[in-house]
């Protein structure tokens, strides 16, 4: 097996005094897709949160055990979790580009919001709308705000924003939620392409989508991780009686 | 079965159709609320119309630019208005900063604690206290303990502490409304608090606290009490040239004309309300387009 990029041990996740995560181990491997898939409130969002300490940003949240991103502790003494996120981006449910800010402006937003001088923005800016599937269907309203866009295209205008950090690992909670059928295969189609460069957590309630484009899927129940293996052992050959009776329908 | 169903309710006579008029408690209330609106309108209107009419043979360009008279007719208002716009502008620059950043301490940084919560409970309870307390205090802190005398710079500090309340109290109602998820967007991608709030919150909260500052202004352009106990003067021959000068403002020099016996001077009184009015109306409009301007920018 080849060294996971990330790595959780016994994380624990807290919303004030209930408990959402109940100790969890995992290993995230580099250059794959990990699909997180579990019934809601199995904690598959909190978890991917812990991943770039964005659980604590919350108030009254906390965290304990340990998540190692290359063999460091993102959780260690002296961490600071701006750097965290700047190595793991975030993608979220509802398309959020920020909507004072122009299309371009949004793409630069990691960047400007770091306090950091772009050599030449013009690059970042195309490479990461390319990144994302949307340079061409944008270049020529660069200067226009985001919310415009089709929540499809918004989508991807936040992959682009957080592609131009160039992160290690891209975290997406349920990038697809909010988006139609077609939006959906365009995000599922640039997810497959990202996966060259990208090491990629997906938080999924759709089982379909965790078996195109996962490598690997991992079922969450009650804030428990109950398996996690290659994506078509899970569905053909589920190991715990919980997976099956998800998979196959029976809750969830 | 074991669980059987509820019976039905009966069905009212004459099906669909109604057999009484179903609305009309909607539409009795429909009637008062609109009331309520219209009647304290119409004192509104009728107040700036017999101010209007009692004020036109004095309403001149000589009246702006003229200074007070011992003779009513010739009586101009012109330190008034320059007391009032440099009051408003100092106040403005003031209050302003101190207030943003009071509400964005309390709305982003401040712990959830009892400190936190007795502040906002108090800056609620400041935004309710009489203005003429505020004249007392600003008589005794500015004017006295800090020896700035009756200056124009006195008279802004104590209009700053009675707009203070309400500036953080609409900053904070602003701020709140910039979604949760924007700020989570921005962290997300490596920000800091500061960033976040000054890249992200600052500008889409910018129309709120603008609009609540202007509206605060407006208000405190007819404060009288506060400047009389600070002892702002009626009789001013000079315009202010400084933030030391003694000074007079638009409410004190009605004030002044209207407690003159002689009746050309309540004409003069009128035209100075229709003056005051106007300049009250002009901010609340340059609010509203204030806001829809920087809304239209901003839309999600």
Redesign the interface.
């Known amino acids: 097996m080849v060294t996971p990029k990330m790595s959780a041990r016994g994380v624990r996740a807290f919303f004030g005094a209930s408990e959402a995560l109940k100790g969890i181990d995992m290993d995230i491997a580099p250059r794959q897709v990990t699909a997180v898939i579990g019934p809601s409130g199995c904690g598959k969002s909190t978890f991917v949160r812990c991943l770039n300490r964005m659980h604590e940003v919350t108030p009254g949240a906390r965290v304990t055990g340990s998540v190692t991103l290359e063999g460091e502790d993102i959780y260690g003494p002296g961490v600071n979790p701006v750097q965290v996120r700047r190595r793991v981006g975030m993608v979220f449910q509802k398309p959020n580009p920020f909507p004072t800010m122009t299309i371009r402006e949004n793409v630069l937003a990691g960047p400007r919001l770091q306090g950091l001088k772009v050599a030449d923005p013009d690059r970042v800016v195309e490479g990461a709308l390319r990144g994302a599937a949307l340079w061409d269907e944008v270049k020529d309203a660069l200067g226009r705000t985001g919310v415009h866009l089709s929540g499809g295209q918004q989508q991807r205008l936040c992959i682009a924003r957080a592609l131009a950090l160039e992160p290690e690992v891209l975290l997406m909670d349920e990038p697809c939620s909010a988006l139609d059928p077609i939006a959906t295969a365009r995000v599922e189609e640039l997810i497959v392409q990202l996966r060259e460069r990208y090491t990629i957590v997906i938080v999924t309630h759709n089982m379909q989508q965790a078996a195109r484009v996962a490598d690997t899927t991992a079922f969450f129940y009650l804030g428990d991780l109950v398996e996690h293996t290659p994506t078509d052992t899970i569905f053909t050959r589920p190991r715990d009686r919980r997976t099956e009776d998800y998979i196959t329908g029976r809750f969830g | 079965m074991s669980n059987p169903l509820p019976t039905p309710v009966p069905r009212a006579e004459g099906g669909l159709q109604a057999t009484s008029d179903p609305y009309g408690a909607e539409r009795a209330f429909r009637a008062i609320a609109l009331l309520a609106l219209v009647l304290p309108l119409c004192l509104l209107a009728i107040l700036f119309g017999e101010a209007l009419y009692q004020a036109v043979p004095r309403l001149s360009w000589e009246f702006l630019t003229g200074f007070p008279s011992r003779r009513p007719e010739e009586a101009g208002i012109l330190p008034a208005l320059a007391g009032t716009t440099g009051l408003m502008l100092l106040v403005a620059v003031i209050a302003l900063p101190i207030g943003v950043s009071a509400a964005i301490y309390l709305e982003e940084y401040a712990p959830?604690s009892w400190v936190t919560r007795l502040i906002e409970i108090n800056i609620s309870n400041l935004a309710g206290v009489p203005s003429i307390l505020y004249g007392l205090l600003g008589l005794e802190l500015f004017v006295r303990a800090m020896q700035l005398d009756r200056s124009l710079i006195a008279g802004a500090l104590t209009l700053s502490l009675l707009l203070l309340p309400m500036v953080i109290l609409a900053s904070r109602e602003a701020l709140r409304t910039v979604p949760r998820?924007?700020r989570?967007?921005?962290?997300?991608?490596?920000?800091?608090r500061w960033?976040?709030i000054r890249?992200?919150v600052l500008?889409?909260a910018l129309p709120g606290v603008l609009t609540g500052v202007i509206l605060s202004l407006a208000r405190a352009i007819g404060e009288t009490a506060p400047l009389i106990t600070i002892g702002a003067l009626t009789y001013v021959a000079f315009l202010p040239t400084s933030v030391s000068s003694s000074f007079t403002a638009l409410p004190i020099q009605i004030f002044n004309w209207v407690s003159r016996p002689q009746a050309g001077f309540h004409v003069a009184a009128a035209a100075g309300i229709v003056v005051l009015l106007t300049v009250m109306l002009i901010l609340n409009a340059s609010a509203i387009w204030l806001r829809a301007r920087l809304q239209r920018?901003?839309?999600?």
């Open positions: 959830d998820h924007l989570e967007a921005a962290y997300a991608l490596g920000a800091d960033s976040t890249t992200v500008p889409l920018r901003v839309s999600w």
